[in-house]
Nanobody, 123 residues
C-alpha cells in the first residue's frame, strides 16, 4: 500500500501562486508514476500533471502548460505542483495519486489517492 497526504492548498487571488505538496509513505518503490488531478464542482476529475518516479518523464495538460510545474524529491518521497498565474477556472480540489502503470493512464489507472486539498482562486 501507498499512503498519500496533500498539503498547500488555500485561497489565492487571480495571478497568484501556490505550491502543493504530496507526502508519500509505504511501498513507494512500487510506484512508477505520480500524478496531480483536479476536480471542480460538477466536473469530472482530470489529470493536471504527472511525473515518473525517476523524474525522466513528465506530462502537463495543455490547460496548465507554462503555468504549472510538477517535480519530485525522491529523498523526501514528496511530489510537488508549483502553480503560477492561477486563474478562477483553476479552482478545484486537487488530488495526488500514484500508479504502477502509464503516467498518462487517467483516473482509472491510478491506484492510490490522497484525500485532496482545496484550491480556490478569486477574481
Amino acid at each position: 500500500q501507498v499512503q498519500l497526504v496533500e498539503s498547500g492548498g488555500g485561497l489565492v487571488q487571480a495571478g497568484g501562486s501556490l505550491r502543493l505538496s504530496c507526502a508519500a509513505s509505504g511501498r513507494t518503490f512500487t510506484v512508477y508514476a505520480w500524478g496531480w488531478f483536479r476536480q471542480a464542482p460538477g466536473k469530472e476529475r482530470e489529470l493536471v500533471a504527472a511525473i515518473t518516479s525517476s523524474g525522466g518523464s513528465t506530462y502537463s495538460a495543455e490547460f496548465v502548460k507554462g503555468r504549472f510545474t510538477i517535480s519530485r524529491d525522491n529523498a523526501k518521497n514528496t511530489v510537488f505542483l508549483q502553480m503560477n498565474s492561477l486563474q478562477p477556472e483553476d479552482t478545484a480540489v486537487y488530488y495526488c495519486a500514484a500508479t504502477n502503470g502509464y503516467l498518462r493512464g487517467g483516473v482509472r489507472k491510478y491506484t492510490y489517492w490522497g484525500q485532496g486539498t482545496q484550491v480556490t482562486v478569486s477574481s
